[in-house]
Nanobody, 123 residues
Framework: QLQLVQSGGGWVQPGGSLNLSCAAP????????IGWFRQAPGKERDGIAC???????SFGGSVRGRTTISRDNAKSTVHLRINSVNSEDTAVYYC?????????????????WGQGTQVTVSL
């Protein structure tokens, strides 16, 4: 059973960096695409980054140019880093997995979801 466990996030100062991790303990993620999504209050869930098993990546417009995503297949973990954060980055962040080689940012393509992590950007 694929379960995703998120870590990181919390409170971040404006201009700082946000680091999140998504792990699948005891599960081989080879063949799975991993995506990161976020949802602010009153808004739809928005795809921000994804990576497939070949390390091909895709980024949403709101974070492109200041975000990296990487995966450590040996540890079944995917890492997300967003630099130069601002108040618009405040949201609940989710990682998700899909059995696909596509790099998609569409939430409905993902079947397995992490528990969600609150990220707040403020002084």
């Amino acid at each position: 059973q694929l379960q995703l466990v998120q870590s990181g996030g919390g409170w971040v100062q404006p201009g700082g960096s946000l680091n999140l991790s998504c792990a699948a303990p005891g599960f081989n993620l080879d063949g799975y695409g991993i995506g990161w999504f976020r949802q602010a209050p009153g808004k739809e869930r928005d795809g921000i980054a994804c990576i497939n098993s070949s390390n091909r990546t895709s980024f949403g417009g709101s974070v492109r140019g200041r975000t990296t995503i990487s995966r450590d297949n040996a540890k079944s973990t995917v890492h997300l880093r967003i630099n130069s954060v601002n108040s618009e980055d405040t949201a609940v962040y989710y990682c998700a997995a899909a059995w696909t080689t596509a790099t998609t940012l569409m939430p409905r393509r993902y079947d397995h979801w992490g528990q969600g992590t609150q990220v707040t950007v403020s002084l």
